[in-house]
Protein backbone atom coordinates (compact mmCIF):
# COMPACT_ATOMS: atom_id res chain seq x y z
CA UNK A 1 0.00 0.00 0.00
CA UNK A 2 1.21 3.61 -1.01
CA UNK A 3 0.48 6.88 0.44
CA UNK A 4 -0.89 8.04 -2.40
CA UNK A 5 -3.50 5.69 -2.00
CA UNK A 6 -4.73 6.62 1.10
CA UNK A 7 -4.78 10.85 -0.20
CA UNK A 8 -6.62 9.17 -3.33
CA UNK A 9 -9.59 7.67 -1.27
CA UNK A 10 -9.41 10.93 0.92
CA UNK A 11 -9.79 12.84 -2.02
CA UNK A 12 -12.98 10.68 -3.83
CA UNK A 13 -14.27 10.38 -0.05
CA UNK A 14 -15.38 13.75 -0.20
CA UNK A 15 -16.03 14.09 -3.79
CA UNK A 16 -18.55 17.20 -3.83
CA UNK A 17 -15.97 19.39 -1.68
CA UNK A 18 -12.87 18.20 -3.83
CA UNK A 19 -14.49 18.59 -7.05
CA UNK A 20 -15.56 21.98 -6.19
CA UNK A 21 -11.80 23.06 -5.04
CA UNK A 22 -10.38 21.86 -8.37
CA UNK A 23 -13.05 23.91 -9.50
CA UNK A 24 -11.74 26.76 -8.08
CA UNK A 25 -8.19 26.02 -8.73
CA UNK A 26 -9.21 25.49 -12.34
CA UNK A 27 -11.00 28.58 -13.23
CA UNK A 28 -7.77 30.60 -11.33
CA UNK A 29 -5.80 28.71 -13.73
CA UNK A 30 -7.82 29.52 -16.69
CA UNK A 31 -7.36 33.09 -16.08
CA UNK A 32 -3.51 33.12 -15.41
CA UNK A 33 -3.86 31.26 -18.36
CA UNK A 34 -5.95 33.42 -20.48
CA UNK A 35 -4.50 36.55 -19.05
CA UNK A 36 -0.95 35.39 -19.16
CA UNK A 37 -1.66 34.51 -23.20
CA UNK A 38 -2.87 37.87 -24.36
CA UNK A 39 -0.35 39.74 -22.86
CA UNK A 40 2.17 37.77 -24.05
CA UNK A 41 0.49 38.34 -27.45
CA UNK A 42 1.16 41.62 -27.03
CA UNK A 43 4.61 41.78 -25.89
CA UNK A 44 5.93 39.61 -28.33
CA UNK A 45 3.98 41.53 -31.22
CA UNK A 46 5.68 44.64 -29.75
CA UNK A 47 8.96 43.01 -29.46
CA UNK A 48 9.42 41.78 -32.76
CA UNK A 49 8.25 44.92 -34.44
CA UNK A 50 11.71 46.16 -33.64
CA UNK A 51 13.85 43.12 -34.93
CA UNK A 52 12.69 44.39 -38.78
CA UNK A 53 14.47 47.82 -38.44
CA UNK A 54 17.57 47.08 -36.40
CA UNK A 55 20.21 49.54 -36.63
CA UNK A 56 18.40 51.82 -38.49
CA UNK A 57 16.73 55.34 -38.09
CA UNK A 58 13.04 55.17 -38.03
CA UNK A 59 11.27 58.26 -39.41
CA UNK A 60 7.78 59.02 -38.50
CA UNK A 61 5.06 61.45 -38.20
CA UNK A 62 5.39 63.73 -34.97
CA UNK A 63 2.68 63.05 -32.54
CA UNK A 64 3.15 59.47 -33.70
CA UNK A 65 2.62 56.81 -31.21
CA UNK A 66 5.49 54.69 -32.26
CA UNK A 67 5.86 51.25 -31.01
CA UNK A 68 8.98 49.84 -31.55
CA UNK A 69 9.62 50.66 -35.50
CA UNK A 70 5.85 51.01 -36.77
CA UNK A 71 4.31 54.28 -36.03
CA UNK A 72 0.69 54.14 -34.91
CA UNK A 73 -1.55 58.03 -35.69
CA UNK A 74 -0.07 61.19 -36.41
CA UNK A 75 -1.23 60.74 -39.90
CA UNK A 76 0.91 61.12 -43.55
CA UNK A 77 3.71 63.11 -44.47
CA UNK A 78 4.83 64.33 -48.00
CA UNK A 79 6.75 61.68 -49.66
CA UNK A 80 8.88 63.52 -51.85
CA UNK A 81 10.18 66.66 -50.77
CA UNK A 82 10.83 64.25 -47.30
CA UNK A 83 12.82 61.77 -48.60
CA UNK A 84 14.65 64.07 -50.74
CA UNK A 85 15.48 66.29 -47.70
CA UNK A 86 16.43 62.84 -45.77
CA UNK A 87 19.14 61.57 -48.72
CA UNK A 88 20.36 64.69 -49.16
CA UNK A 89 22.43 64.91 -45.73
CA UNK A 90 25.73 63.89 -45.15
CA UNK A 91 26.60 60.65 -44.01
CA UNK A 92 22.81 58.84 -45.48
CA UNK A 93 22.99 56.05 -47.36
CA UNK A 94 19.60 54.97 -48.29
CA UNK A 95 15.92 55.83 -47.48
CA UNK A 96 13.34 53.49 -47.56
CA UNK A 97 9.77 55.67 -47.54
CA UNK A 98 6.98 53.32 -46.52
CA UNK A 99 3.22 53.25 -45.28
CA UNK A 100 1.81 51.28 -42.38
CA UNK A 101 -1.74 51.23 -41.81
CA UNK A 102 -2.86 49.15 -38.67
CA UNK A 103 -6.55 49.97 -39.61
CA UNK A 104 -7.19 48.89 -42.54
CA UNK A 105 -9.91 45.70 -42.11
CA UNK A 106 -11.82 43.38 -44.46
CA UNK A 107 -14.50 43.71 -42.14
CA UNK A 108 -15.62 43.74 -38.94
CA UNK A 109 -15.34 45.96 -35.65
CA UNK A 110 -12.26 48.28 -35.02
CA UNK A 111 -10.04 46.03 -32.88
CA UNK A 112 -7.25 46.97 -30.48
CA UNK A 113 -4.98 44.20 -31.77
CA UNK A 114 -3.72 44.28 -35.26
CA UNK A 115 -5.89 42.65 -37.42
CA UNK A 116 -5.08 43.08 -40.87
CA UNK A 117 -1.59 45.36 -41.32
CA UNK A 118 -1.36 46.76 -44.51
CA UNK A 119 2.40 47.54 -45.38
CA UNK A 120 3.37 49.71 -48.97
CA UNK A 121 6.98 49.99 -49.61
CA UNK A 122 9.06 49.82 -52.96
CA UNK A 123 8.83 46.96 -55.13
CA UNK A 124 12.59 46.78 -55.12
CA UNK A 125 12.89 47.27 -51.11
CA UNK A 126 10.61 44.35 -50.33
CA UNK A 127 13.46 42.46 -49.00
CA UNK A 128 13.46 44.97 -45.53
CA UNK A 129 10.55 43.43 -44.32
CA UNK A 130 10.23 40.00 -45.98
CA UNK A 131 14.30 39.53 -46.18
CA UNK A 132 13.90 37.60 -42.67
CA UNK A 133 10.28 35.93 -43.39
CA UNK A 134 9.41 32.39 -44.49
CA UNK A 135 7.81 32.75 -47.59
CA UNK A 136 5.84 30.43 -50.01
CA UNK A 137 6.70 31.65 -52.99
CA UNK A 138 8.53 34.50 -53.99
CA UNK A 139 8.40 38.77 -53.56
CA UNK A 140 6.79 40.98 -55.34
CA UNK A 141 8.12 41.55 -58.29
CA UNK A 142 5.56 44.29 -59.38
CA UNK A 143 3.20 46.78 -58.57
CA UNK A 144 0.42 44.46 -59.12
CA UNK A 145 1.64 41.34 -56.56
CA UNK A 146 1.02 41.37 -53.39
CA UNK A 147 2.21 38.79 -50.58
CA UNK A 148 -0.25 38.45 -47.32
CA UNK A 149 0.69 36.74 -43.92
CA UNK A 150 -0.70 32.98 -43.44
CA UNK A 151 -3.11 33.80 -41.06
CA UNK A 152 -5.37 35.93 -43.62
CA UNK A 153 -4.66 33.05 -45.80
CA UNK A 154 -5.93 31.19 -44.25
CA UNK A 155 -8.80 32.69 -42.83
CA UNK A 156 -10.17 34.28 -46.41
CA UNK A 157 -9.16 30.79 -48.28
CA UNK A 158 -6.08 32.86 -50.14
CA UNK A 159 -3.53 30.76 -51.98
CA UNK A 160 -0.66 31.57 -54.32
CA UNK A 161 -1.09 32.98 -57.38
CA UNK A 162 -5.18 33.69 -56.50
CA UNK A 163 -6.31 36.65 -57.39
CA UNK A 164 -7.68 38.88 -54.87
CA UNK A 165 -9.40 41.97 -54.59
CA UNK A 166 -8.80 45.03 -51.64
CA UNK A 167 -11.09 48.11 -51.93
CA UNK A 168 -11.66 47.71 -55.83
CA UNK A 169 -8.58 47.03 -57.38
CA UNK A 170 -7.20 43.41 -58.38
CA UNK A 171 -3.89 41.90 -56.95
CA UNK A 172 -2.47 38.58 -57.73
CA UNK A 173 -1.03 36.89 -54.53
CA UNK A 174 2.42 35.98 -55.42
CA UNK A 175 3.63 34.93 -51.41
CA UNK A 176 2.00 33.62 -48.46
CA UNK A 177 4.20 34.48 -45.61
CA UNK A 178 4.48 31.57 -43.12
CA UNK A 179 5.96 33.58 -39.99
CA UNK A 180 7.91 33.44 -38.17
CA UNK A 181 6.50 37.19 -36.89
CA UNK A 182 2.53 37.48 -35.45
CA UNK A 183 2.72 40.97 -36.83
CA UNK A 184 3.53 39.55 -40.54
CA UNK A 185 1.07 36.73 -40.24
CA UNK A 186 -1.60 39.20 -40.47
CA UNK A 187 -0.12 41.27 -42.63
CA UNK A 188 -0.49 42.39 -46.56
CA UNK A 189 2.54 43.79 -48.00
CA UNK A 190 1.94 45.87 -51.31
CA UNK A 191 4.11 48.06 -53.50
CA UNK A 192 4.09 51.53 -51.94
CA UNK A 193 2.21 53.12 -54.96
CA UNK A 194 -0.63 51.02 -54.47
CA UNK A 195 -0.86 51.15 -50.92
CA UNK A 196 -1.26 54.89 -51.37
CA UNK A 197 -3.46 54.13 -53.46
CA UNK A 198 -5.67 51.97 -51.89
CA UNK A 199 -5.16 53.68 -48.23
CA UNK A 200 -5.70 57.12 -50.70
CA UNK A 201 -2.56 59.11 -49.47
CA UNK A 202 -1.49 60.18 -52.90
CA UNK A 203 2.24 60.48 -52.48
CA UNK A 204 1.52 60.43 -48.69
CA UNK A 205 3.71 58.45 -46.64
CA UNK A 206 3.74 57.47 -42.54
CA UNK A 207 7.64 56.51 -42.03
CA UNK A 208 10.94 55.78 -43.64
CA UNK A 209 13.89 54.01 -43.07
CA UNK A 210 17.08 55.33 -43.24
CA UNK A 211 20.27 53.84 -43.70
CA UNK A 212 23.56 55.44 -42.56
CA UNK A 213 26.88 55.10 -43.97
CA UNK A 214 30.05 53.33 -42.35
CA UNK A 215 31.36 55.09 -39.56
CA UNK A 216 28.85 57.59 -39.14
CA UNK A 217 27.07 58.17 -35.82
CA UNK A 218 22.68 57.52 -36.18
CA UNK A 219 22.09 60.06 -33.44
CA UNK A 220 23.88 62.95 -35.32
CA UNK A 221 21.59 61.67 -38.61
CA UNK A 222 18.41 61.58 -36.30
CA UNK A 223 19.03 64.79 -34.80
CA UNK A 224 19.58 66.51 -38.03
CA UNK A 225 16.47 64.68 -39.51
CA UNK A 226 14.81 66.36 -36.86
CA UNK A 227 16.24 69.80 -36.57
CA UNK A 228 15.81 69.99 -40.86
CA UNK A 229 11.97 68.64 -40.76
CA UNK A 230 9.85 69.97 -38.55
CA UNK A 231 6.90 67.60 -39.17
CA UNK A 232 8.89 64.20 -38.06
CA UNK A 233 10.84 62.47 -35.75
CA UNK A 234 13.77 60.56 -36.20
CA UNK A 235 14.28 57.34 -33.52
CA UNK A 236 16.93 55.29 -33.20
CA UNK A 237 17.59 51.85 -32.04
CA UNK A 238 18.19 53.55 -28.76
CA UNK A 239 15.42 56.03 -28.42
CA UNK A 240 12.74 53.15 -30.22
CA UNK A 241 13.55 50.48 -27.20
CA UNK A 242 12.84 53.43 -24.40
CA UNK A 243 9.84 54.46 -26.17
CA UNK A 244 8.78 50.81 -25.82
CA UNK A 245 10.03 49.84 -22.67
CA UNK A 246 7.47 51.43 -20.37
CA UNK A 247 4.76 49.40 -22.19
CA UNK A 248 6.50 46.05 -21.78
CA UNK A 249 6.74 46.72 -18.67
CA UNK A 250 3.25 47.62 -17.28
CA UNK A 251 1.74 44.91 -19.46
CA UNK A 252 4.51 42.09 -17.63
CA UNK A 253 3.50 44.15 -14.66
CA UNK A 254 -0.04 43.30 -14.96
CA UNK A 255 0.47 39.64 -15.95
CA UNK A 256 2.67 39.07 -12.74
CA UNK A 257 0.22 40.93 -10.54
CA UNK A 258 -2.67 38.77 -12.12
CA UNK A 259 -0.52 35.66 -11.52
CA UNK A 260 0.64 36.43 -8.15
CA UNK A 261 -3.79 37.51 -6.85
CA UNK A 262 -5.06 34.11 -8.60
CA UNK A 263 -2.19 31.73 -7.65
CA UNK A 264 -2.87 33.29 -3.64
CA UNK A 265 -6.10 32.69 -4.29
CA UNK A 266 -5.76 29.21 -5.17
CA UNK A 267 -3.62 28.88 -2.29
CA UNK A 268 -6.12 30.15 0.01
CA UNK A 269 -8.67 28.18 -0.94
CA UNK A 270 -7.02 24.77 -0.95
CA UNK A 271 -5.74 25.67 2.78
CA UNK A 272 -9.23 26.56 3.55
CA UNK A 273 -10.61 23.46 2.47
CA UNK A 274 -7.33 21.52 3.91
CA UNK A 275 -8.30 23.07 7.19
CA UNK A 276 -11.55 22.29 7.14
CA UNK A 277 -10.56 18.80 5.91
CA UNK A 278 -7.71 18.10 9.24
CA UNK A 279 -10.16 18.87 11.17
CA UNK A 280 -12.80 16.35 10.00
CA UNK A 281 -10.05 13.82 9.83
CA UNK A 282 -8.53 14.39 13.74
CA UNK A 283 -9.51 10.97 14.88
CA UNK A 284 -7.47 9.71 11.29
CA UNK A 285 -4.56 12.00 12.01
CA UNK A 286 -4.36 10.99 16.08
CA UNK A 287 -4.43 6.78 14.53
CA UNK A 288 -1.60 7.14 12.05
CA UNK A 289 0.43 8.92 15.08
CA UNK A 290 -0.57 6.30 17.46
CA UNK A 291 0.35 3.65 15.11
CA UNK A 292 3.95 5.46 14.27
CA UNK A 293 3.88 7.45 11.49
CA UNK A 294 5.68 10.77 11.94
CA UNK A 295 5.10 14.28 10.76
CA UNK A 296 6.98 13.11 7.60
CA UNK A 297 3.90 11.20 6.55
CA UNK A 298 1.24 13.24 7.70
CA UNK A 299 2.85 16.28 5.78
CA UNK A 300 3.31 14.35 2.39
CA UNK A 301 -0.02 12.79 2.97
CA UNK A 302 -1.82 16.50 3.09
CA UNK A 303 0.66 18.01 0.59
CA UNK A 304 -0.19 14.71 -1.34
CA UNK A 305 -3.86 15.70 -1.82
CA UNK A 306 -3.48 19.15 -2.07
CA UNK A 307 -0.50 18.80 -5.08
CA UNK A 308 -3.01 16.40 -6.98
CA UNK A 309 -6.19 19.18 -6.20
CA UNK A 310 -3.65 21.49 -8.25
CA UNK A 311 -2.77 19.19 -10.83
CA UNK A 312 -5.93 18.37 -11.84
CA UNK A 313 -6.91 21.88 -11.13
CA UNK A 314 -4.70 23.12 -13.11
CA UNK A 315 -4.87 20.88 -16.47
CA UNK A 316 -8.45 21.61 -16.51
CA UNK A 317 -7.99 25.41 -16.03
CA UNK A 318 -5.12 25.16 -18.98
CA UNK A 319 -7.69 23.47 -21.29
CA UNK A 320 -9.95 26.13 -20.24
CA UNK A 321 -7.61 28.44 -20.69
CA UNK A 322 -6.67 28.15 -23.96
CA UNK A 323 -10.52 28.55 -25.14
CA UNK A 324 -11.02 31.44 -23.51
CA UNK A 325 -7.63 33.11 -24.48
CA UNK A 326 -8.63 32.18 -28.20
CA UNK A 327 -12.09 33.82 -27.63
CA UNK A 328 -10.39 36.42 -26.23
CA UNK A 329 -7.42 36.99 -29.41
CA UNK A 330 -10.61 36.39 -31.63
CA UNK A 331 -12.88 39.04 -29.89
CA UNK A 332 -9.93 41.47 -30.22
CA UNK A 333 -9.12 41.04 -33.67
CA UNK A 334 -12.15 39.76 -34.97
CA UNK A 335 -10.53 36.86 -36.26
CA UNK A 336 -12.25 33.97 -36.79
CA UNK A 337 -12.32 31.34 -33.65
CA UNK A 338 -11.87 28.05 -34.87
CA UNK A 339 -8.23 29.81 -36.62
CA UNK A 340 -7.20 30.22 -33.09
CA UNK A 341 -7.91 26.65 -31.91
CA UNK A 342 -6.04 25.18 -34.66
CA UNK A 343 -2.98 27.18 -33.71
CA UNK A 344 -3.45 26.14 -29.90
CA UNK A 345 0.51 26.46 -29.42
CA UNK A 346 0.68 29.92 -31.23
CA UNK A 347 -1.87 31.07 -28.77
CA UNK A 348 -0.57 29.81 -25.37
CA UNK A 349 3.47 28.68 -25.72
CA UNK A 350 3.95 25.13 -24.71
CA UNK A 351 6.61 26.32 -21.87
CA UNK A 352 4.14 28.85 -20.12
CA UNK A 353 1.42 26.19 -19.33
CA UNK A 354 3.99 23.64 -18.05
CA UNK A 355 5.11 27.28 -16.22
CA UNK A 356 1.64 27.81 -14.97
CA UNK A 357 0.42 24.12 -14.33
CA UNK A 358 4.09 24.19 -11.98
CA UNK A 359 2.92 26.94 -10.19
CA UNK A 360 -0.04 26.52 -9.42
CA UNK A 361 0.86 22.93 -7.76
CA UNK A 362 3.50 24.73 -5.82
CA UNK A 363 0.57 27.04 -4.83
CA UNK A 364 -1.91 24.28 -3.82
CA UNK A 365 1.04 22.67 -1.76
CA UNK A 366 1.99 26.04 -0.23
CA UNK A 367 -1.68 26.24 0.62
CA UNK A 368 -1.39 22.85 2.32
CA UNK A 369 1.61 23.38 5.09
CA UNK A 370 -1.47 25.08 7.31
CA UNK A 371 -3.40 21.98 7.39
CA UNK A 372 -0.03 20.04 7.70
CA UNK A 373 1.26 21.73 10.53
CA UNK A 374 -2.12 21.43 12.07
CA UNK A 375 -2.72 17.84 11.24
CA UNK A 376 0.98 17.09 12.56
CA UNK A 377 -0.08 18.51 16.04
CA UNK A 378 -3.32 16.43 16.82
CA UNK A 379 -2.04 13.60 19.63
CA UNK A 380 -4.21 10.45 20.06
CA UNK A 381 -4.28 11.61 23.92
CA UNK A 382 -6.30 14.50 23.17
CA UNK A 383 -8.86 12.89 21.30
CA UNK A 384 -9.66 9.89 23.47
CA UNK A 385 -9.33 12.98 26.39
CA UNK A 386 -12.08 14.26 24.37
CA UNK A 387 -14.65 11.22 23.99
CA UNK A 388 -14.18 9.97 27.27
CA UNK B 1 9.81 -5.92 26.48
CA UNK B 2 10.09 -5.05 29.99
CA UNK B 3 7.84 -1.86 31.04
CA UNK B 4 8.26 0.01 34.46
CA UNK B 5 6.92 3.05 35.63
CA UNK B 6 8.76 5.02 38.48
CA UNK B 7 5.86 7.90 40.60
CA UNK B 8 4.48 8.14 36.92
CA UNK B 9 1.89 11.28 37.27
CA UNK B 10 -0.27 13.04 34.83
CA UNK B 11 -1.88 16.19 35.74
CA UNK B 12 -4.40 17.79 32.61
CA UNK B 13 -4.99 21.47 33.12
CA UNK B 14 -8.71 22.41 32.56
CA UNK B 15 -8.33 26.25 32.97
CA UNK B 16 -7.57 27.26 36.29
CA UNK B 17 -8.42 23.67 37.69
CA UNK B 18 -6.01 20.87 37.48
CA UNK B 19 -6.83 16.91 37.31
CA UNK B 20 -4.33 14.82 38.53
CA UNK B 21 -5.35 11.47 36.49
CA UNK B 22 -2.18 9.29 37.00
CA UNK B 23 -0.88 10.06 40.93
CA UNK B 24 2.56 8.87 41.64
CA UNK B 25 2.07 5.29 39.84
CA UNK B 26 4.91 2.80 39.58
CA UNK B 27 4.67 -0.45 38.70
CA UNK B 28 6.24 -3.33 36.67
CA UNK B 29 5.17 -5.48 33.12
CA UNK B 30 7.23 -8.66 32.24
CA UNK B 31 7.83 -9.89 29.27
CA UNK B 32 5.06 -12.36 27.68
CA UNK B 33 2.35 -10.77 30.37
CA UNK B 34 -1.44 -10.51 29.96
CA UNK B 35 -1.80 -7.53 31.81
CA UNK B 36 -5.66 -6.28 32.90
CA UNK B 37 -5.64 -3.22 33.85
CA UNK B 38 -9.07 -2.65 35.75
CA UNK B 39 -10.96 0.47 37.32
CA UNK B 40 -13.96 3.03 36.46
CA UNK B 41 -14.47 5.31 33.41
CA UNK B 42 -12.42 8.25 34.53
CA UNK B 43 -10.33 6.18 36.59
CA UNK B 44 -6.87 7.66 34.61
CA UNK B 45 -6.98 3.69 32.64
CA UNK B 46 -6.81 5.17 28.91
CA UNK B 47 -4.13 7.97 30.21
CA UNK B 48 -2.12 5.35 31.96
CA UNK B 49 -2.14 3.61 28.87
CA UNK B 50 -1.34 6.54 26.26
CA UNK B 51 1.14 7.02 28.53
CA UNK B 52 2.94 3.72 28.62
CA UNK B 53 2.33 3.45 24.87
CA UNK B 54 4.57 6.70 24.69
CA UNK B 55 1.53 8.15 22.92
CA UNK B 56 1.89 10.96 25.87
CA UNK B 57 4.38 12.56 28.17
CA UNK B 58 4.18 12.49 31.64
CA UNK B 59 3.75 15.73 33.86
CA UNK B 60 6.23 13.63 36.29
CA UNK B 61 7.77 10.84 37.01
CA UNK B 62 9.71 8.19 34.84
CA UNK B 63 8.82 5.31 32.03
CA UNK B 64 11.51 2.58 31.22
CA UNK B 65 11.08 0.20 28.43
CA UNK B 66 14.03 -2.57 28.62
CA UNK B 67 15.55 -0.44 31.23
CA UNK B 68 15.86 2.82 29.11
CA UNK B 69 14.33 5.79 30.08
CA UNK B 70 11.81 7.42 27.79
CA UNK B 71 12.34 10.79 28.68
CA UNK B 72 15.46 10.78 26.95
CA UNK B 73 13.97 9.51 23.89
CA UNK B 74 13.50 12.03 20.82
CA UNK B 75 9.99 12.09 19.26
CA UNK B 76 11.58 10.22 16.63
CA UNK B 77 12.78 7.42 18.41
CA UNK B 78 9.20 7.38 20.24
CA UNK B 79 7.66 7.04 17.11
CA UNK B 80 9.93 4.28 16.02
CA UNK B 81 8.76 2.41 19.00
CA UNK B 82 5.32 2.57 18.98
CA UNK B 83 5.56 1.72 14.71
CA UNK B 84 7.75 -1.38 15.51
CA UNK B 85 7.44 -2.66 19.38
CA UNK B 86 3.98 -1.65 20.08
CA UNK B 87 0.73 -2.07 18.68
CA UNK B 88 -2.31 -0.60 19.53
CA UNK B 89 -5.91 -1.62 19.80
CA UNK B 90 -8.64 1.35 20.16
CA UNK B 91 -12.24 0.88 21.83
CA UNK B 92 -13.32 2.87 19.16
CA UNK B 93 -11.33 0.74 16.45
CA UNK B 94 -9.89 3.65 14.67
CA UNK B 95 -9.62 1.96 11.28
CA UNK B 96 -9.27 4.71 8.61
CA UNK B 97 -12.91 4.73 6.85
CA UNK B 98 -11.64 5.57 3.30
CA UNK B 99 -9.24 2.30 3.49
CA UNK B 100 -10.67 -1.52 2.89
CA UNK B 101 -9.58 -3.90 5.52
CA UNK B 102 -6.63 -5.20 3.95
CA UNK B 103 -4.86 -2.14 3.18
CA UNK B 104 -6.22 -0.62 7.04
CA UNK B 105 -3.90 -3.85 8.02
CA UNK B 106 -1.37 -2.61 5.84
CA UNK B 107 -1.21 1.08 7.05
CA UNK B 108 1.77 0.11 9.99
CA UNK B 109 3.47 -1.76 7.50
CA UNK B 110 3.86 0.70 4.64
CA UNK B 111 4.62 3.76 7.50
CA UNK B 112 7.63 1.51 8.25
CA UNK B 113 8.85 1.08 4.50
CA UNK B 114 7.99 -2.12 3.57
CA UNK B 115 7.96 -3.57 0.52
CA UNK B 116 4.59 -3.25 -1.31
CA UNK B 117 4.35 -7.35 -1.85
CA UNK B 118 5.42 -8.27 1.65
CA UNK B 119 2.71 -5.83 3.34
CA UNK B 120 0.19 -7.60 1.04
CA UNK B 121 0.84 -10.95 2.14
CA UNK B 122 1.17 -10.20 5.80
CA UNK B 123 -1.75 -8.60 6.23
CA UNK B 124 -3.77 -11.51 4.21
CA UNK B 125 -2.36 -13.69 6.71
CA UNK B 126 -3.58 -11.70 9.15
CA UNK B 127 -6.78 -11.28 8.43
CA UNK B 128 -6.69 -15.29 7.80
CA UNK B 129 -5.06 -15.52 11.81
CA UNK B 130 -8.30 -13.08 12.98
CA UNK B 131 -10.77 -14.92 10.62
CA UNK B 132 -11.52 -12.23 8.48
CA UNK B 133 -9.90 -13.34 5.12
CA UNK B 134 -13.77 -13.19 2.96
CA UNK B 135 -13.70 -9.34 4.01
CA UNK B 136 -10.78 -8.60 3.26
CA UNK B 137 -12.09 -6.06 0.92
CA UNK B 138 -14.84 -4.26 2.65
CA UNK B 139 -14.79 -0.68 4.08
CA UNK B 140 -15.20 -0.06 7.82
CA UNK B 141 -18.72 1.26 7.74
CA UNK B 142 -19.31 -2.81 5.68
CA UNK B 143 -17.89 -4.23 8.63
CA UNK B 144 -19.74 -5.72 11.80
CA UNK B 145 -18.33 -4.05 15.09
CA UNK B 146 -16.57 -7.25 15.83
CA UNK B 147 -15.31 -7.39 12.53
CA UNK B 148 -13.68 -4.10 12.87
CA UNK B 149 -12.25 -4.66 15.55
CA UNK B 150 -10.88 -7.94 14.32
CA UNK B 151 -9.20 -5.58 11.93
CA UNK B 152 -7.78 -3.48 14.59
CA UNK B 153 -6.17 -6.57 16.11
CA UNK B 154 -4.52 -7.65 12.55
CA UNK B 155 -3.57 -3.98 12.19
CA UNK B 156 -2.05 -3.85 16.00
CA UNK B 157 -0.21 -7.12 14.97
CA UNK B 158 1.29 -5.76 11.61
CA UNK B 159 4.57 -5.01 12.29
CA UNK B 160 5.09 -7.86 15.01
CA UNK B 161 5.63 -5.62 17.55
CA UNK B 162 6.49 -7.10 21.35
CA UNK B 163 3.60 -5.27 23.54
CA UNK B 164 -0.34 -5.36 22.31
CA UNK B 165 -1.78 -2.66 24.13
CA UNK B 166 -5.58 -2.56 24.29
CA UNK B 167 -7.92 0.13 25.88
CA UNK B 168 -11.27 -1.40 26.27
CA UNK B 169 -11.35 -3.89 23.33
CA UNK B 170 -14.56 -5.28 24.23
CA UNK B 171 -16.29 -2.01 25.09
CA UNK B 172 -18.29 -1.59 22.25
CA UNK B 173 -19.12 -5.25 21.42
CA UNK B 174 -21.79 -7.68 22.32
CA UNK B 175 -20.74 -10.61 25.15
CA UNK B 176 -20.34 -13.37 22.53
CA UNK B 177 -18.26 -11.06 20.10
CA UNK B 178 -16.28 -9.96 23.22
CA UNK B 179 -15.39 -13.31 23.80
CA UNK B 180 -14.03 -13.81 20.62
CA UNK B 181 -11.78 -11.10 20.62
CA UNK B 182 -10.75 -11.74 24.22
CA UNK B 183 -9.85 -15.55 23.04
CA UNK B 184 -7.68 -14.12 20.30
CA UNK B 185 -5.96 -11.74 22.57
CA UNK B 186 -4.88 -14.33 24.62
CA UNK B 187 -4.42 -16.77 21.89
CA UNK B 188 -1.73 -13.88 20.76
CA UNK B 189 -0.11 -13.60 24.54
CA UNK B 190 0.11 -17.55 24.40
CA UNK B 191 0.94 -18.67 20.88
CA UNK B 192 2.35 -15.16 19.86
CA UNK B 193 4.11 -14.67 23.13
CA UNK B 194 3.29 -11.17 22.99
CA UNK B 195 3.40 -8.73 26.10
CA UNK B 196 -0.75 -7.84 26.30
CA UNK B 197 -1.66 -4.57 28.32
CA UNK B 198 -5.70 -5.01 28.54
CA UNK B 199 -7.53 -2.06 30.29
CA UNK B 200 -11.22 -3.22 30.55
CA UNK B 201 -14.48 -3.78 32.54
CA UNK B 202 -14.49 -6.54 31.16
CA UNK B 203 -14.85 -9.54 33.83
CA UNK B 204 -13.59 -12.53 31.66
CA UNK B 205 -10.51 -10.38 30.66
CA UNK B 206 -10.02 -10.03 34.33
CA UNK B 207 -10.05 -14.02 34.84
CA UNK B 208 -7.41 -14.57 31.97
CA UNK B 209 -4.80 -12.33 32.85
CA UNK B 210 -1.93 -13.02 34.42
CA UNK B 211 -1.81 -9.37 36.50
CA UNK B 212 -4.39 -7.69 37.11
CA UNK B 213 -4.13 -3.88 38.43
CA UNK B 214 -7.08 -1.98 39.91
CA UNK B 215 -6.28 1.98 39.07
CA UNK B 216 -8.29 4.54 41.26
CA UNK B 217 -8.80 7.86 40.39
CA UNK B 218 -5.62 7.90 39.17
CA UNK B 219 -3.86 5.39 41.96
CA UNK B 220 -3.27 1.76 41.40
CA UNK B 221 -5.27 0.47 44.53
CA UNK B 222 -4.97 -3.76 44.53
CA UNK B 223 -2.75 -5.62 42.76
CA UNK B 224 -3.04 -9.60 42.19
Known amino acids: MHLTAICLRNLTHRKLRTSLCIFGVAIATCFIIAVGATTSRYVEIITEMNTFFRGKIVVAPRGAIVIQGFPIGGGPFPQDTTIYNISKMDGVEKVVPMIVDFGFELGGNPTIMPVNVTIGLPVKEMSLILGSATLKGQMPNSTSEVVVGCSIADQYGISVGLKINIKGKEFRVCGILEGPSALLIRSIIMSLEEAQDVLKYPMMINMAVVDSKEGVVQDEIASEIENKISYVMALTDEERNILTKPIIDFVESWKIAVQAILLSLSMVLTAIVG ?36 FVGSMLGIVFGVIVAAFLASFYTAIPIGQFLSSIFVIVQPFYMVEVMVLVIASCCAGGIIPAINASKIRISEILKAEY | MKIKTVDLTKIYKLGLSEIIAINRISFEIGEKQFVAIVGPTGSGKTTLLNLIGLNDYPTSGKIFIDNIDTALLSTGE ?147
Not at chain 1, 283 to 305: M, W
Not at chain 2, 162 to 189: M, Q
Not at chain 2, 196 to 222: F, N, S
Open chain 2, 78 to 224: RRKIRLSRIGFIFQSFNLLPTLTALENVELPMALAGKPEEEQRERAVRLLEAVGLSERAYHRPKELSMGEMQRVAIARALANNPEVIIADEPTGELDSKTAKEIIALLFDINRNEEKTVIVATHDEKIVDVADAVYTIHDGKIKIQS
Open chain 1, 275 to 310: IMSVSERRRDFATLDAIGAGSSHIFRIILLENSLIG
